[in-house]
């Protein structure tokens, strides 16, 4: 295999043109075999529910080349798992488990050329998606569906990496309702979002941190990762709400807070107040990884973690833990990469 000519230590979080993505039909009621396509245009009937109604839902998860020279994505049977909550809670035909992960390992086989080489810090990053077809203008379920899943190498998705990043609590703009649709990967939730993210980066901030819809009191989570805190006790601290994704990362660093750092974990509503008493905080994802948090902001009070662009030990170790794990260097007890 010759590698694709790129600079892989400078790849940020945005889009590359790969060889190939993969397609799937839903029709009839049945699911097709892989479509191998090397466009990277979709063609789609003018009613699609996907483009009027939201009916649409996604993933996102990484594949890594380990020290070992293998290639494995992490956790590639949770983002399955979870893709089919998603789509049912919108009425959406689910795409396969067992299929899924199959789409995910070939469709990973087909570009590995684009996967980044160990030790330049990036990784490929695959983004599988299920959008409703049917020209259907009534606000109903689509009868027809297309599963698709590209991939893409990328650097860290918050610039420089392990850089610690200013939090703005946002109280004006919601991004989900306790009962709505929050706690599942649907393209509304971004687009809701997309005004908070925009007024903390133009105050100066890097992300927005939002708070309950119903109480505006307790913390929810940033745009793109989940939050978690640490105590001065040493506790890992992390939000229950029934409007936040609930991340893989985030259930990662829970087993490997307790297990490996033996801390206490856990997860529970946070009162936004907390935040003055934690020693450290940080946001969790799958693109974000763990982005240390430097300070929040909550309306006149900031409370500042950290000075300059150190690192809290803390966040530190659980960085180096997951990522060794990811990467080969430290033993995958759990069974988390699944070699490809
Ligand atoms: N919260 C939101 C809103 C996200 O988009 C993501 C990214 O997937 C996460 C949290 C983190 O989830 P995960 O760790 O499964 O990537
Ligand atoms: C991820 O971490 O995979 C995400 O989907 C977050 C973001 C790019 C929306």
Known sequence: MERAKLDWSNLAFQYVKTDYHLEYYFKDGKWSEANIVESDRVELHIAATALHYGQQCFEGLKAFERADGRVSVFRVDENAKRMK?????????????????????????????FVPPYGSGASLYVRPLLIGTSGVIGVKPSTEYMFLIFVMPV????????????LLVEEEIDRAAPLGVGD???????????????KAKSLGYNEVLYLDAKHKKYIDESGPANFFGITQDNKYVTPAS????????NMSLRTLAEDELGMKVEQRPIDVEEIFDFKEAGCCGTA?????????????????????????????????????????????KYGWNFEI
């Open 85 to 113: 909550r998603s789509a049912e809670k919108i009425l959406m035909e689910p795409f396969p488990e067992d299929k899924f992960i199959e789409a995910v390992f070939k469709v990973v086989q087909l570009n590995r050329r």
């Open 155 to 166: 650097g860290p998705y918050f610039k420089g990496g392990l850089k610690p990043i200013r």
């Open 184 to 198: 599942v990967k649907v393209g509304g939730n971004y687009a809701a979002g997309l005004r908070a993210s925009h």
């Open 242 to 249: 029934s409007s936040i994704l609930p991340s893989i990362t």
């Open 288 to 332: 974000a990884v763990i982005t240390p948090v430097k300070s929040i902001k909550y309306r006149d009070r900031e409370v500042t973690y950290l000075q300059g662009d150190e690192v809290g030990p803390v966040c530190r170790k659980l960085y180096d833990t997951l990522t060794g794990i990811q990467l080969g260097t430290v033993e995958d």
